[in-house]
């Protein structure tokens, strides 16, 4: 089983940038697709990015988003740029084993290991 925790949320200014982390611990984070979702007050899990278990391959629905992942230290990261205020919600990353090495995944359901969430609020 493997855990996941993020971490680099925080207060930012419109406009601005964050990056951030997803550490996993108790499995080797090479052999699972990686996801990024969020959840703002009042609404349901949203779709951010997601990546393939090898990196080769991934999507984000959000082009000022950038999912990576360096599986030598078994992290996962997204890099947001240009902030807005709408973005502001809790962010979870989560996992699921893949046996596919380009395969990734969209839905919430589709992933087995989610990490705690860490708080991104941008002001305007």
């Known amino acids: 089983q493997v855990q996941l925790v993020e971490s680099g949320g925080g207060l930012v200014q419109a406009g601005g940038s964050l990056r951030l982390s997803c550490a996993a611990s108790g499995r080797t984070l090479s052999s699972y697709a990686m996801g990024w979702f969020r959840q703002a007050p009042g609404k349901e899990r949203e779709f951010v990015a997601a990546?393939?278990?090898?990196?080769g391959s991934s999507d984000s629905r959000k082009g000022r988003f950038t999912i990576s992942r360096d599986n030598a230290k078994n992290t996962a990261y997204l890099q947001m740029d240009s902030l807005k205020p709408e973005d502001t919600a809790v962010y979870y990353c989560?996992?699921?084993?893949?046996?596919?090495?380009?395969?990734?995944?969209?839905?919430?359901?589709?992933?087995?290991?989610w990490g705690q969430g860490t708080q991104v609020t941008v002001s305007s």
């Open positions: 989560a996992a699921r084993l893949a046996y596919a090495t380009s395969t990734y995944y969209y839905e919430p359901n589709d992933y087995a290991y």
């Open positions: 990546i393939s278990r090898g990196g």
